[in-house]
Protein backbone atom coordinates (compact mmCIF):
# COMPACT_ATOMS: atom_id res chain seq x y z
CA UNK A 1 0.00 0.00 0.00
CA UNK A 2 1.45 3.33 -0.88
CA UNK A 3 2.27 5.26 2.08
CA UNK A 4 0.06 8.04 3.68
CA UNK A 5 0.22 12.00 2.26
CA UNK A 6 0.40 12.54 6.31
CA UNK A 7 3.78 10.14 5.83
CA UNK A 8 4.77 12.26 2.39
CA UNK A 9 4.25 15.31 4.13
CA UNK A 10 6.79 14.40 7.23
CA UNK A 11 9.08 12.33 5.09
CA UNK A 12 9.27 15.39 2.54
CA UNK A 13 9.58 17.67 5.55
CA UNK A 14 12.62 16.04 7.10
CA UNK A 15 14.13 15.80 3.58
CA UNK A 16 13.80 19.68 3.40
CA UNK A 17 14.92 20.58 6.69
CA UNK A 18 18.58 18.20 5.83
CA UNK A 19 18.91 20.01 2.21
CA UNK A 20 18.80 23.45 4.13
CA UNK A 21 20.90 22.66 6.51
CA UNK A 22 23.84 21.64 3.76
CA UNK A 23 23.04 25.00 1.81
CA UNK A 24 23.58 26.76 5.40
CA UNK A 25 26.63 24.49 5.81
CA UNK A 26 25.94 22.19 8.29
CA UNK A 27 28.03 18.75 8.68
CA UNK A 28 25.68 15.73 8.74
CA UNK A 29 27.44 13.02 10.63
CA UNK A 30 27.91 10.87 7.21
CA UNK A 31 30.50 13.27 6.10
CA UNK A 32 32.05 14.82 9.51
CA UNK A 33 35.26 13.05 8.59
CA UNK A 34 35.96 13.59 5.51
CA UNK A 35 37.91 10.29 4.75
CA UNK A 36 38.59 9.58 1.16
CA UNK A 37 35.60 8.55 -1.20
CA UNK A 38 35.49 4.60 -1.23
CA UNK A 39 33.72 5.21 -5.32
CA UNK A 40 35.80 3.94 -7.93
CA UNK A 41 37.79 6.07 -9.69
CA UNK A 42 36.35 9.05 -11.52
CA UNK A 43 34.14 10.79 -9.15
CA UNK A 44 34.08 14.35 -8.31
CA UNK A 45 34.84 14.91 -4.50
CA UNK A 46 36.47 13.06 -1.54
CA UNK A 47 33.68 13.03 0.44
CA UNK A 48 31.73 9.70 0.69
CA UNK A 49 29.00 9.69 -1.49
CA UNK A 50 26.41 7.29 -0.02
CA UNK A 51 24.08 10.67 -0.27
CA UNK A 52 24.60 12.71 -3.38
CA UNK A 53 27.46 11.15 -5.65
CA UNK A 54 25.09 11.00 -8.84
CA UNK A 55 24.18 14.59 -7.83
CA UNK A 56 27.22 16.07 -7.27
CA UNK A 57 29.21 14.64 -10.60
CA UNK A 58 26.05 15.94 -12.55
CA UNK A 59 26.87 19.64 -11.09
CA UNK A 60 29.74 19.32 -12.22
CA UNK A 61 29.85 18.27 -15.26
CA UNK A 62 27.19 21.58 -16.31
CA UNK A 63 29.56 23.65 -14.80
CA UNK A 64 32.29 22.88 -16.88
CA UNK A 65 30.50 22.49 -19.85
CA UNK A 66 29.11 26.13 -18.79
CA UNK A 67 32.84 27.44 -19.06
CA UNK A 68 33.94 24.82 -22.14
CA UNK A 69 35.52 22.24 -20.06
CA UNK A 70 34.95 18.51 -21.02
CA UNK A 71 35.46 16.05 -17.95
CA UNK A 72 37.56 13.14 -18.55
CA UNK A 73 35.88 10.00 -20.26
CA UNK A 74 36.47 8.35 -16.90
CA UNK A 75 34.49 10.53 -15.06
CA UNK A 76 31.61 10.37 -17.93
CA UNK A 77 31.69 6.42 -17.65
CA UNK A 78 31.22 6.46 -13.57
CA UNK A 79 28.31 8.38 -14.27
CA UNK A 80 26.91 6.57 -17.18
CA UNK A 81 27.85 3.33 -15.04
CA UNK A 82 25.16 4.46 -11.82
CA UNK A 83 22.56 4.16 -14.31
CA UNK A 84 19.83 1.16 -13.00
CA UNK A 85 18.59 -1.02 -16.04
CA UNK A 86 15.56 0.68 -15.68
CA UNK A 87 16.95 4.16 -16.89
CA UNK A 88 16.79 5.84 -13.02
CA UNK A 89 19.31 6.78 -11.25
CA UNK A 90 20.08 6.03 -7.45
CA UNK A 91 21.54 8.84 -4.91
CA UNK A 92 25.07 6.50 -5.35
CA UNK A 93 25.65 2.66 -6.14
CA UNK A 94 28.63 1.32 -4.64
CA UNK A 95 28.01 -2.03 -6.10
CA UNK A 96 26.63 -1.21 -10.15
CA UNK A 97 26.51 -5.44 -10.62
CA UNK A 98 23.88 -5.16 -8.00
CA UNK A 99 20.39 -4.62 -9.07
CA UNK A 100 18.53 -1.70 -8.43
CA UNK A 101 15.79 -1.69 -6.19
CA UNK A 102 12.70 0.25 -8.22
CA UNK A 103 10.75 0.59 -5.05
CA UNK A 104 13.09 2.29 -2.76
CA UNK A 105 16.29 2.77 -3.88
CA UNK A 106 15.81 5.06 -7.42
CA UNK A 107 15.63 9.11 -7.15
CA UNK A 108 13.76 11.13 -9.37
CA UNK A 109 16.02 14.06 -8.64
CA UNK A 110 19.08 11.98 -9.40
CA UNK A 111 17.68 11.04 -12.70
CA UNK A 112 17.12 14.11 -13.64
CA UNK A 113 19.92 15.71 -12.85
CA UNK A 114 21.91 12.75 -14.55
CA UNK A 115 20.27 13.24 -17.66
CA UNK A 116 20.95 16.79 -17.56
CA UNK A 117 24.85 16.33 -17.26
CA UNK A 118 24.92 13.67 -19.98
CA UNK A 119 22.63 15.00 -22.16
CA UNK A 120 25.40 18.72 -21.54
CA UNK A 121 28.84 16.37 -21.94
CA UNK A 122 27.40 14.78 -25.39
CA UNK A 123 27.33 10.67 -26.67
CA UNK A 124 24.68 9.26 -24.45
CA UNK A 125 21.78 9.34 -26.69
CA UNK A 126 20.77 6.34 -25.06
CA UNK A 127 21.38 6.42 -21.12
CA UNK A 128 19.80 9.74 -21.41
CA UNK A 129 16.38 8.18 -23.50
CA UNK A 130 16.32 5.68 -21.02
CA UNK A 131 16.29 8.27 -18.02
CA UNK A 132 13.82 10.46 -19.56
CA UNK A 133 11.47 7.41 -20.08
CA UNK A 134 11.84 6.20 -16.20
CA UNK A 135 10.74 10.02 -15.15
CA UNK A 136 7.61 9.52 -17.51
CA UNK A 137 6.61 5.95 -16.36
CA UNK A 138 6.59 7.92 -12.63
CA UNK A 139 5.22 10.58 -13.75
CA UNK A 140 1.82 11.70 -11.55
CA UNK A 141 -1.48 12.47 -12.99
CA UNK A 142 -1.20 15.67 -11.64
CA UNK A 143 1.22 16.26 -14.10
CA UNK A 144 4.36 16.02 -11.38
CA UNK A 145 7.09 14.11 -9.56
CA UNK A 146 7.59 12.89 -5.86
CA UNK A 147 11.60 12.52 -4.61
CA UNK A 148 10.67 8.77 -5.17
CA UNK A 149 8.28 6.44 -7.04
CA UNK A 150 5.41 6.90 -5.44
CA UNK A 151 5.92 9.83 -3.38
CA UNK A 152 3.63 12.73 -3.49
CA UNK A 153 4.29 15.48 -6.48
CA UNK A 154 6.77 17.88 -4.59
CA UNK A 155 7.90 21.33 -6.29
CA UNK A 156 10.92 20.68 -6.21
CA UNK A 157 11.52 17.39 -7.81
CA UNK A 158 8.95 18.46 -9.90
CA UNK A 159 11.21 21.49 -11.24
CA UNK A 160 14.43 19.20 -11.50
CA UNK A 161 12.48 16.82 -13.63
CA UNK A 162 11.26 19.65 -16.04
CA UNK A 163 15.32 20.45 -16.39
CA UNK A 164 15.89 16.86 -18.09
CA UNK A 165 13.36 17.12 -20.74
CA UNK A 166 14.71 20.92 -21.64
CA UNK A 167 18.30 19.41 -21.51
CA UNK A 168 17.40 17.40 -23.95
CA UNK A 169 15.86 18.94 -26.20
CA UNK A 170 12.27 18.26 -25.63
CA UNK A 171 9.29 20.64 -24.67
CA UNK A 172 7.96 19.09 -21.21
CA UNK A 173 4.64 20.90 -21.94
CA UNK A 174 4.19 18.66 -24.89
CA UNK A 175 6.59 15.48 -24.23
CA UNK A 176 5.73 14.88 -20.56
CA UNK A 177 1.88 15.22 -19.97
CA UNK A 178 0.20 12.74 -17.70
CA UNK A 179 -3.68 12.65 -17.40
CA UNK A 180 -4.35 15.66 -19.65
CA UNK A 181 -1.50 17.53 -17.23
CA UNK A 182 2.06 18.72 -17.77
CA UNK A 183 4.29 19.64 -15.40
CA UNK A 184 3.57 22.69 -15.65
CA UNK A 185 0.38 22.54 -13.88
CA UNK A 186 1.50 20.85 -10.98
CA UNK A 187 4.05 23.59 -10.52
CA UNK A 188 1.21 26.30 -10.50
CA UNK A 189 -0.56 24.43 -7.91
CA UNK A 190 1.87 24.89 -5.74
CA UNK A 191 2.25 28.91 -6.00
CA UNK A 192 0.62 31.53 -3.80
CA UNK A 193 -1.90 33.76 -5.11
CA UNK A 194 -3.63 37.11 -3.95
CA UNK A 195 -5.47 35.20 -0.34
CA UNK A 196 -1.52 35.31 1.01
CA UNK A 197 0.37 37.93 2.66
CA UNK A 198 1.67 40.88 0.52
CA UNK A 199 5.87 39.38 1.12
CA UNK A 200 4.67 35.70 0.21
CA UNK A 201 2.59 35.82 -2.66
CA UNK A 202 4.18 34.17 -5.92
CA UNK A 203 6.51 32.51 -3.80
CA UNK A 204 6.02 28.51 -4.22
CA UNK A 205 5.10 25.86 -1.40
CA UNK A 206 7.46 23.07 -1.44
CA UNK A 207 4.61 20.64 -1.14
CA UNK A 208 0.96 21.55 0.59
CA UNK A 209 0.85 20.90 4.35
CA UNK A 210 -2.52 20.06 6.14
CA UNK A 211 -3.82 21.62 2.79
CA UNK A 212 -2.23 24.66 2.90
CA UNK A 213 0.53 26.57 0.89
CA UNK A 214 3.52 27.57 2.66
CA UNK A 215 6.02 29.52 1.05
CA UNK A 216 9.74 27.98 0.99
CA UNK A 217 12.60 29.49 -0.52
CA UNK A 218 14.02 26.71 -1.75
CA UNK A 219 11.44 25.41 -3.74
CA UNK A 220 10.62 29.10 -4.80
CA UNK A 221 14.01 29.28 -6.98
CA UNK A 222 13.69 25.68 -8.15
CA UNK A 223 10.28 26.55 -9.60
CA UNK A 224 11.51 29.91 -10.81
CA UNK A 225 14.25 28.26 -13.24
CA UNK A 226 11.82 25.24 -14.19
CA UNK A 227 8.81 27.53 -14.74
CA UNK A 228 11.14 29.44 -17.01
CA UNK A 229 11.66 26.46 -19.19
CA UNK A 230 14.93 26.03 -17.63
CA UNK A 231 17.52 23.30 -16.21
CA UNK A 232 20.47 24.44 -14.43
CA UNK A 233 22.32 25.20 -17.16
CA UNK A 234 21.39 28.58 -18.72
CA UNK A 235 23.44 30.69 -20.81
CA UNK A 236 24.32 34.24 -19.55
CA UNK A 237 21.76 36.79 -19.99
CA UNK A 238 21.78 39.56 -22.23
CA UNK A 239 24.58 42.60 -21.62
CA UNK A 240 22.99 45.60 -20.57
CA UNK A 241 19.00 43.66 -20.96
CA UNK A 242 17.36 43.96 -17.81
CA UNK A 243 13.64 43.29 -16.90
CA UNK A 244 12.45 44.90 -14.03
CA UNK A 245 10.47 42.12 -11.27
CA UNK A 246 7.36 42.95 -11.72
CA UNK A 247 4.87 41.22 -8.19
CA UNK A 248 1.96 39.16 -8.91
CA UNK A 249 -1.10 42.20 -9.96
CA UNK A 250 -4.09 41.02 -7.66
CA UNK A 251 -6.17 44.02 -8.86
CA UNK A 252 -8.35 43.33 -5.60
CA UNK A 253 -9.20 40.05 -6.33
CA UNK A 254 -8.35 37.96 -3.51
CA UNK A 255 -8.12 34.86 -5.71
CA UNK A 256 -5.81 35.81 -8.31
CA UNK A 257 -3.26 33.92 -9.24
CA UNK A 258 -0.71 33.51 -11.96
CA UNK A 259 -3.05 31.91 -14.93
CA UNK A 260 0.87 29.99 -16.61
CA UNK A 261 4.41 29.46 -16.31
CA UNK A 262 5.40 32.54 -17.72
CA UNK A 263 3.46 34.88 -15.22
CA UNK A 264 4.33 32.02 -12.41
CA UNK A 265 7.93 32.22 -13.18
CA UNK A 266 7.55 36.45 -13.13
CA UNK A 267 5.50 36.04 -9.67
CA UNK A 268 8.52 34.07 -8.24
CA UNK A 269 10.89 36.12 -9.57
CA UNK A 270 9.58 39.31 -7.51
CA UNK A 271 9.15 37.34 -4.83
CA UNK A 272 12.81 35.57 -4.22
CA UNK A 273 13.86 39.75 -5.03
CA UNK A 274 11.83 41.10 -2.49
CA UNK A 275 13.18 38.69 -0.23
CA UNK A 276 16.87 38.70 -0.76
CA UNK A 277 16.68 42.63 -0.70
CA UNK A 278 15.20 42.41 2.86
CA UNK A 279 17.67 39.76 3.90
CA UNK A 280 20.77 42.04 3.04
CA UNK A 281 21.02 40.44 -0.44
CA UNK A 282 20.98 37.06 1.00
CA UNK A 283 18.39 33.98 1.96
CA UNK A 284 19.07 32.92 5.01
CA UNK A 285 18.33 29.67 6.67
CA UNK A 286 14.41 28.82 8.06
CA UNK A 287 14.03 25.18 7.96
CA UNK A 288 13.84 23.18 11.66
CA UNK A 289 17.24 22.01 12.37
CA UNK A 290 18.86 23.98 10.52
CA UNK A 291 21.69 26.45 11.22
CA UNK A 292 21.18 30.28 12.07
CA UNK A 293 23.22 32.11 9.40
CA UNK A 294 23.46 32.38 5.60
CA UNK A 295 22.09 29.93 3.37
CA UNK A 296 24.81 30.03 0.57
CA UNK A 297 22.51 27.35 -1.90
CA UNK A 298 19.80 28.70 -1.92
CA UNK A 299 20.85 32.01 -2.38
CA UNK A 300 22.44 30.90 -5.32
CA UNK A 301 19.71 29.13 -6.88
CA UNK A 302 17.85 32.75 -6.48
CA UNK A 303 20.22 34.36 -8.10
CA UNK A 304 20.49 31.80 -10.89
CA UNK A 305 16.53 32.19 -11.27
CA UNK A 306 16.76 36.19 -11.28
CA UNK A 307 19.35 35.95 -14.15
CA UNK A 308 17.60 33.33 -16.39
CA UNK A 309 14.93 35.18 -16.10
CA UNK A 310 16.82 38.49 -16.95
CA UNK A 311 16.18 40.36 -14.13
CA UNK A 312 20.30 41.20 -14.36
CA UNK A 313 19.89 44.16 -11.66
CA UNK A 314 17.76 42.36 -8.98
CA UNK A 315 20.50 39.79 -9.30
CA UNK A 316 23.58 41.39 -9.34
CA UNK A 317 23.18 42.44 -5.61
CA UNK A 318 23.10 38.63 -4.34
CA UNK A 319 25.64 38.03 -6.85
CA UNK A 320 27.79 40.72 -5.57
CA UNK A 321 27.02 39.74 -1.64
CA UNK A 322 28.05 35.93 -2.84
CA UNK A 323 31.92 37.03 -4.41
CA UNK A 324 32.68 39.23 -0.72
CA UNK A 325 35.25 37.19 1.22
CA UNK A 326 34.01 38.35 4.03
CA UNK A 327 30.53 36.78 3.34
CA UNK A 328 32.42 33.18 3.19
CA UNK A 329 30.26 31.68 0.44
CA UNK A 330 33.59 30.80 -1.46
CA UNK A 331 35.07 29.24 1.38
CA UNK A 332 31.75 27.32 2.00
CA UNK A 333 32.04 25.79 -1.46
CA UNK A 334 36.04 24.79 -0.92
CA UNK A 335 36.92 21.43 -2.00
CA UNK A 336 33.04 20.30 -2.59
CA UNK A 337 32.45 19.65 -6.43
CA UNK A 338 28.66 20.50 -6.16
CA UNK A 339 28.68 23.92 -4.07
CA UNK A 340 31.70 25.29 -6.73
CA UNK A 341 29.50 23.85 -9.73
CA UNK A 342 26.63 26.06 -8.03
CA UNK A 343 28.26 28.85 -7.82
CA UNK A 344 29.86 28.51 -11.27
CA UNK A 345 26.33 28.11 -12.60
CA UNK A 346 24.99 30.84 -10.94
CA UNK A 347 27.93 33.18 -11.95
CA UNK A 348 27.96 31.86 -15.30
CA UNK A 349 24.42 32.81 -15.84
CA UNK A 350 24.68 35.88 -13.76
CA UNK A 351 27.44 37.85 -16.28
CA UNK A 352 29.93 37.14 -13.67
CA UNK A 353 33.23 35.40 -14.39
CA UNK A 354 33.67 31.97 -12.69
CA UNK A 355 37.73 32.17 -13.29
CA UNK A 356 37.85 35.38 -10.73
CA UNK A 357 34.81 34.77 -8.54
CA UNK A 358 35.50 37.68 -6.04
CA UNK A 359 39.69 37.02 -6.51
CA UNK A 360 38.94 32.85 -6.79
CA UNK A 361 39.20 30.91 -9.87
CA UNK A 362 36.26 28.38 -8.97
CA UNK A 363 36.74 26.53 -12.53
CA UNK A 364 40.44 25.48 -11.50
CA UNK A 365 39.14 24.46 -7.61
CA UNK A 366 35.82 22.12 -9.27
CA UNK A 367 38.41 20.42 -12.00
CA UNK A 368 40.75 19.55 -9.16
CA UNK A 369 37.71 17.69 -7.02
CA UNK A 370 37.99 15.33 -10.14
CA UNK A 371 40.03 13.93 -12.71
CA UNK A 372 41.47 16.24 -14.91
CA UNK A 373 39.46 17.56 -18.13
CA UNK A 374 40.08 15.76 -20.90
CA UNK A 375 40.58 19.00 -23.12
CA UNK A 376 39.44 22.63 -22.12
CA UNK A 377 37.72 24.57 -25.11
CA UNK A 378 38.07 27.84 -26.32
CA UNK A 379 34.24 27.94 -28.13
CA UNK A 380 31.11 26.77 -25.61
CA UNK A 381 29.40 27.33 -29.03
CA UNK A 382 31.14 24.85 -31.12
CA UNK A 383 30.77 22.40 -27.99
CA UNK A 384 26.91 22.71 -28.58
CA UNK A 385 27.17 21.71 -32.53
CA UNK A 386 29.02 18.65 -31.51
CA UNK A 387 26.78 17.20 -29.05
CA UNK A 388 24.31 17.86 -31.50
CA UNK A 389 25.98 15.81 -34.10
CA UNK A 390 25.87 13.62 -31.71
CA UNK A 391 22.53 13.45 -31.80
CA UNK A 392 22.40 13.25 -27.91
CA UNK A 393 19.83 15.36 -27.50
CA UNK A 394 19.38 4.51 -0.73
CA UNK A 395 15.22 3.58 0.48
CA UNK A 396 14.96 6.39 3.03
CA UNK A 397 13.93 9.88 1.53
CA UNK A 398 16.04 12.11 3.29
CA UNK A 399 19.12 11.05 1.61
CA UNK A 400 17.92 12.35 -1.56
CA UNK A 401 17.26 15.64 0.99
CA UNK A 402 21.08 15.69 1.42
CA UNK A 403 21.82 16.71 -2.27
CA UNK A 404 18.48 18.23 -3.53
CA UNK A 405 19.59 21.23 -2.11
CA UNK A 406 20.72 22.54 -4.01
CA UNK A 407 19.76 22.12 -5.24
CA UNK A 408 22.36 20.60 -3.78
CA UNK A 409 22.79 23.18 -0.87
CA UNK A 410 22.78 21.10 -3.81
CA UNK A 411 18.81 24.84 -2.90
CA UNK A 412 18.03 23.82 -6.88
CA UNK A 413 15.85 21.55 -5.78
CA UNK A 414 16.33 19.75 -3.35
CA UNK A 415 18.58 20.96 -4.85
CA UNK A 416 20.03 17.93 -4.92
CA UNK A 417 19.36 18.92 -1.27
CA UNK A 418 29.63 16.88 4.00
CA UNK A 419 31.48 18.36 5.73
CA UNK A 420 30.68 21.28 3.95
CA UNK A 421 27.93 19.76 1.67
CA UNK A 422 25.76 20.70 -0.71
Known amino acids: MAPSFAVHARRGAAALATAAALGAGAAPAAFADGSPSPAASGLYGAKDPQFDGVFRQSLAFLAQDAVGVSPAPKAVD ?14 YRA ?8 N ?18 GGRAGAVQKGLEWLKTHQHEDGGWGMTPGGATDANSTSIAVGAFVAAGQDPAKAAVKGGKSPYDALLSFQLGCDKKEDERGAFAYMPQNGELLPNDLASAAAAQAALGKGFLTGPAAKGAD ?12 KAKPKDAAAGAEAVAAYLAKKLDAGDNHLKSSMPGAPAGPDFGTTADATLALATGGHRNAAAKPLTWLQAKDNKAVEWAQGDPGRLAKLVLTAHAAGADPRDFGGTDLVKQLNETGPAPEKASASPEKKDE ?3 DDGGGFGVWWFFGLFFVASVGVGFLLSGRKKNKL
Open 243 to 254: RPVAPLDCAGDE
Open 78 to 91: WLAGQQCADGGFAG
Open 386 to 388: EKK
Open 95 to 102: DTGKACDA
Open 104 to 121: AGEFTDATSAAVQALAAV
